[in-house]
Structure formats: C-alpha cells, structure tokens
C-alpha cells in the first residue's frame, strides 16, 4: 500500500494520520447532525470532541504499545509517533467514553443522551480510520490464500512483505461502516437512553471478536484468544446490561 501519502522536500504527510484525521472529522458531523435528534445543541460537538480525540488517540497508543513494547524499548520517542501507524481502537473508546463521561458531567450535560449521539459516530470514525491501518499496513491478517487477498511491497509498511494476506483493515471498515447504518437506521427503535449506546457496543465488540481470528500481528494471549477478544467480551456485555436496563423503563 501507500505508507506516505505525500513526501515533497520537508512535507512528509503519512497515510495513516491522514485518514486518522478524517475520521475525526466525519465523526464530528455526524455527531452533530445526531445531536439535535436528542435535543441537544450540535455546537457542544466541537468542544467534547476535542477531549475525545485527545483522549482516543492516547488510549489507543497506550493499548498498542502494551500489548507489544518491545519495538519501543530501545527508542521510546517512538511511542508519540502514531501518526505512522499503530492505534488499537478499543483502547481508545475505553479511554474516550472516561474522558466524556468526566467532561460531559463537569459541563451538566446528560451523558447517555450524548453517548447515543455519539454512537453512530464513532463507527463513522471506524470505517474511514481503518482505511488509514489499510494504507500504513497496521492491524495486517494472517496469510491465506484468499483471491481477496492483499500483498503489501512498500518497503516502510508495517505488514509482513509480499505475503497474501487477509485484508483485516478492510474487515474492520466495513463492519463500521454496517455499524453505522444500522445505528442510524434504528435510532427510533431504541428508545431509552443509552441504548443506543449499547447497541453499538454489541455490534462493535462482535465484529471485533470475530475479526480478531484472522489478524496476524501480536495481540496478546489469553489461552486461544487475544488480549482484543478478552476486552471485547467483557465490553459486550456491557451492552448488553445497557439494553436491556435502559430498555425496561424508556427515557430513563
């Protein structure tokens, strides 16, 4: 794939923090156009996201460099380069729903109204962020044979070279971007707060869990699963209590 997106003189602009960065965008505008369905203002959107993506980015970094840190021992000035790729998504929704939690209360703002505005969002984010892990060949498969396979040659990515490889990153963009349809198409099926919320933690954490299979990089171990797979069942299951909690009394 395309590591660098742009390298002209002393311009250098990487893939991966480009499309990181259109992610928080789109994220935003859909945010906001969710906002007023919840009779909120949009014009909060801007203000809150800017903890969040703070906050997304250094849990996610925290998560990556966890689960493996040997890379960063000899040189951990590497760690502040996420730019280039290596971000573990579910570190940073840990770490952005803290961070809003403790905003949007500071702020007298109703936190589940602004997680269900939000939800949607997020997976907005997911689809069009993953395509930055795609580009920067983070987040690569195991090696299969698959005709959809892809091959990474570009000699700074950070896949195993010309090796057949499941296209996980595309796996997870698609599963936000279904994620984010139905989130929005059944917005007035969900009507107690928070359940929506909810909702998008069991979608999210299933996908992950199913996708953790076929990825290839390390990701910690916990008997047959991963590190990933663990959070995500423990996540799963608190949006599962969401749904159902929420959904016994509506507006709640």
Same mark, same amino acid.
């Given at each position: 794939?395309?590591?660098?997106?742009?390298?002209?003189?002393?311009?250098?602009?990487?893939?991966?923090?480009?499309?990181?960065?259109?992610?928080?965008?789109?994220?935003?505008?859909?945010?906001?156009?969710?906002?007023?369905?919840?009779?909120?203002?949009?014009?909060?959107?801007?203000?809150?996201?800017?903890?969040?993506?703070?906050?997304?980015?250094?849990?996610?970094?925290?998560?990556?460099?966890l689960l493996d840190p040997r890379p960063f021992l000899n040189d951990p000035l590497l760690i502040l380069q *996420?730019?280039? &790729?290596?971000?573990? =998504?579910? +570190?940073?929704?840990?770490? /952005? @729903?803290?961070?809003?939690?403790?905003?949007?209360?500071?702020?007298?703002?109703?936190?589940?109204?602004?997680?269900?505005?939000?939800?949607?969002?997020?997976?907005?984010?997911?689809?069009?962020?993953?395509?930055?892990?795609?580009?920067?060949?983070?987040?690569?498969?195991?090696?299969?044979?698959?005709?959809?396979?892809?091959?990474?040659?570009?000699?700074?990515?950070?896949?195993?070279?010309?090796?057949?490889?499941?296209?996980?990153?595309?796996?997870?963009?698609?599963?936000?971007?279904?994620?984010?349809?139905?989130?929005?198409?059944?917005?007035?099926?969900?009507?107690?707060?928070?359940?929506?919320?909810?909702?998008?933690?069991?979608?999210?954490?299933? *996908?992950?869990? &199913?996708?953790?299979? =076929?990825? +290839?990089?390390?990701?910690? /171990? @916990?008997?047959p699963f991963s590190l990933t797979q663990v959070a995500a069942g423990i996540i799963f299951f608190l949006g599962?209590?969401?749904?159902?909690?929420?959904?016994?009394?509506?507006?709640?």
């Amino acid at each position: 794939m395309h590591p660098i997106l742009i390298d002209i003189g002393p311009l250098t602009i990487h893939s991966y923090g480009f499309f990181i960065a259109l992610a928080f965008v789109l994220g935003m505008r859909v945010a906001m156009h969710e906002a007023p369905h919840y009779g909120l203002n949009p014009q909060f959107v801007p203000d809150l996201s800017f903890y969040l993506i703070i906050s997304a980015i250094a849990g996610s970094r925290l998560l990556y460099v966890l689960l493996d840190p040997r890379p960063f021992l000899n040189d951990p000035l590497l760690i502040l380069q *996420f730019w280039k &790729g290596g971000l573990v =998504f579910v +570190g940073g929704v840990v770490a /952005a @729903v803290a961070t809003a939690w403790a905003v949007i209360r500071i702020k007298g703002q109703p936190f589940w109204k602004w997680a269900d505005a939000f939800a949607p969002a997020i997976a907005a984010g997911q689809f069009l962020g993953r395509i930055g892990c795609l580009m920067a060949g983070c987040c690569y498969g195991k090696p299969t044979s698959l005709p959809w396979a892809v091959t990474f040659t570009h000699p700074k990515s950070l896949a195993p070279l010309h090796i057949p490889l499941h296209p996980t990153q595309v796996y997870h963009s698609l599963a936000g971007l279904v994620t984010c349809i139905a989130l929005l198409l059944l917005r007035s099926k969900l009507p107690g707060y928070g359940q929506r919320f909810g909702l998008f933690l069991v979608l999210f954490t299933l *996908f992950r869990f &199913g996708i953790e299979f =076929f990825r +290839g990089d390390f990701r910690g /171990a @916990v008997g047959p699963f991963s590190l990933t797979q663990v959070a995500a069942g423990i996540i799963f299951f608190l949006g599962l209590a969401l749904l159902w909690r929420k959904g016994r009394t509506a507006h709640a």
